[in-house]
């Protein structure tokens, strides 16, 4: 239960800095977080390598 609230918590920050309008950089944070909180409540770890392989494409920090 306290993976999905930090799952919820983390996307609904990020759709929050979406909404306004803030860059990319400002909610990667979050979008990761919330990432590995669903990665423990399917049971799945997320590593760093994948998340540095998702947020590559969005060019972040350059």
Known sequence: AAAITRAKASLQQVQETIN???PLDFWT???RAA???LGEILGEE?????LDRIFSRFCIGK
């Open 29 to 31: 944070i979050d979008l």
């Open 46 to 50: 997320v590593t760093e390598s994948v």
């Open 20 to 22: 306004n309008q803030l």
């Open 35 to 37: 990432t590995q909180s």
